[in-house]
């Protein structure tokens, strides 16, 4: 299991956990959120996406690393905010996020239509080695996936950025972690004090793990990227460049894997039409009725 965890570069820089464990102090904390005044957002369904662009998103992660605000950010697509219609926890640590970037291409898409030119795809995949490229001083932890995929995955950005500066990586049971076990961790990934902390976990649960845990992880953002590990491991190969720019890289994945995603992409797709043709209905519904009064 990877696990080359380095030394701090100030004692103060993260905030211990005090009395109870993780889970229970950050319950009781329902309404803070990661502070980002300059992130304007659009609704998709129940969610509220950032209007923003993989330059804009780098920028604004690096910011909150310097002012030490930590955070985290969501990558959305169409299977987070069919999810989130009915899984309130997920909609609202969607909504309260750092950003809530438009990882899939159809939310981007929405946006166009809408006359909001300035958004732009986020991709996790793309974004990844985006990040490790603009800012290289920062310090960059892999909390996720498997033992073998983290060690590919390290091999990997250690050949394309030599001068990486990897601060640990863990990959944890599929099991739910005990309170012990989850303090434990915590404290692992504070005592290597990175930067910023990749999270593949797969959503929702990399989304609901780092609501639980940002702050206590602070001054680092949180990413939640999901399969951005097993792409840039090469585990998993991306679709084509055509593909990608078409709204078709579900369906490069589809035929990849059928068994684990058809019915995540041909349900999910499916709902996500018609709830926004339901919602579309009923706007125009109450537009008319305003108008008739």
Request: with cysteine; hydrophobic share 40%; charged share 25%.
């Amino acid at each position: 299991m990877p696990n080359n965890e380095s030394a701090a570069r100030s004692p103060d820089a993260r905030r211990p956990i005090k009395g109870g464990s993780p889970a229970d102090s950050v319950d009781r904390r329902q309404t803070a959120v990661p502070d980002n005044p300059t992130d304007a957002r659009f609704r998709v369904l129940d969610c509220l996406i950032s209007r923003t662009s993989i330059e804009r998103a780098a920028k604004s992660v690096i910011e909150h690393v310097d002012s030490k605000t930590g955070g985290y950010v969501c990558f959305s697509n169409v299977h987070t905010v069919v999810t989130a219609r009915k899984d309130i926890e997920l909609r609202r640590i969607t909504n309260e996020s750092l950003l809530s970037v438009p990882d899939g291409m159809p939310l981007s898409l929405i946006a166009r239509w809408r006359g909001l030119i300035d958004v732009q795809r986020v991709p996790g995949p793309t974004f990844m080695p985006y990040l490790i490229e603009r800012a290289r001083d920062l310090r960059h932890y892999f909390y996720g996936s498997t033992p073998e995929t983290l060690d590919r995955l390290l091999t990997a950005l250690r050949q394309q950025f030599p001068e990486i500066a990897v601060a640990g990586a863990f990959s944890p049971p599929f099991k739910e972690l005990s309170t012990d076990e989850a303090r434990a961790v915590i404290a692992r990934i504070q005592a290597s004090r990175p930067d910023v902390i990749w999270v593949g976990l797969g959503a929702p649960k990399q989304e609901k793990w780092m609501a639980r845990y940002w702050e206590h992880l602070r001054p680092a953002v949180l990413l939640g990227v999901g399969a951005a590990f097993d792409m840039q491991a090469a585990v998993v190969p991306r679709a084509p460049k055509w593909m990608q720019c078409t709204s078709l890289e579900w369906l490069y994945r589809l035929g990849r894997e059928p068994r684990r995603l058809a019915r995540r992409y041909l349900v999910t797709n499916s709902l996500f039409l018609y709830y926004l043709f339901a919602d579309a209905t009923r706007r125009l519904s109450e537009i008319a009725a305003t108008r008739g009064r």
